[in-house]
T-cell receptor
Framework: QKEVEQNSGPLSVPEGAIASLNCTYS??????FFWYRQYSGKSPELIMS????GDKEDGRFTAQLNKASQYVSLLIRDSQPSDSATYLC?????????????FGKGTHLIIQP | ETGVTQSPTHLIKTRGQQVTLRCSSQ?????VSWYQQALGQGPQFIFQ???????GRGNFPPRFSGLQFPNYSSELNVNALELDDSALYLC??????????????FGPGTRLTVT
């Protein structure tokens, strides 16, 4: 059974601080990794994608991938109250897409003003 | 650029009925995937359509079926509705299987309630 694990939270972070969200996955052969943000009652919105080991930065967001440890994380710098949402980690196992994306249950992030 | 659209927004059905949900993919995207998201859970992969053919399927029974049309829009059909089918149904489109980036973009979803 291929699984994606996330701490459900809630994770509470003061405004302006760094929020760190973590995700582990079970299949060492996984190809692609994604972070989605989902506001309550809305659909998931793609924030970051990462495919190779190391860091990838986009504005206030940094995704980190360590395939040896089967670990992917998302850092949010200078956290804002508008960042309060559920963050979903998703993994594409096959690279060709036939398995779809496998999602974790999400981490509920609260940014406290 | 037009994003992914879905209809209807909300739907209430009775157990045993059948339902059809619709999705229009983002401009330039030829692959559509469907997901079911129960409350408090991450989305679960139902199936994917690429160039009008089902390309992959998750752990869902045959009463979940779909279609993709030549314009790459798609339908999800669910027969013999059960109470547990109550969920948010999400459609996601992507540029295609050959694209190594394989980024999927979600529509707003259809909230289905089965009573």
């Amino acid at each position: 059974q291929k699984e994606v694990e996330q701490n459900s939270g809630p994770l509470s972070v003061p405004e302006g601080a760094i929020a760190s969200l973590n995700c582990t996955y079970s299949d060492r052969g996984s190809q692609s990794f994604f972070w989605y943000r989902q506001y309550s009652g809305k659909s998931p919105e793609l924030i970051m994608s990462i495919y190779s080991n190391g860091d990838k930065e986009d504005g206030r967001f940094t995704a980190q991938l360590n395939k040896a440890s089967q670990y992917v994380s998302l850092l949010i710098r200078d956290s804002q109250p508008s960042d309060s949402a559920t963050y979903l980690c998703a993994v594409n196992w096959s690279g060709g897409g036939a398995d779809g994306l496998t999602f974790g249950k999400g981490t509920h992030l609260i940014i406290q003003p | 650029e037009t994003g992914v659209t879905q209809s209807p927004t909300h739907l209430i059905k009775t157990r045993g009925q059948q339902v059809t949900l619709r999705c229009s993919s983002q401009s330039g995207h030829n692959t559509v995937s469907w997901y079911q998201q129960a409350l408090g859970q991450g989305p679960q992969f139902i199936f994917q359509y690429y160039r009008e053919e089902e390309n992959g399927r998750g752990n869902f029974p045959p009463r979940f079926s779909g279609l993709q049309f030549p314009n790459y829009s798609s339908e999800l059909n669910v027969n013999a509705l059960e109470l547990d089918d109550s969920a948010l149904y999400l459609c996601a489109s992507s540029e295609g299987l050959a694209d190594s980036s394989y980024e999927q973009y979600f529509g707003p979803g259809t909230r289905l309630t089965v009573t």
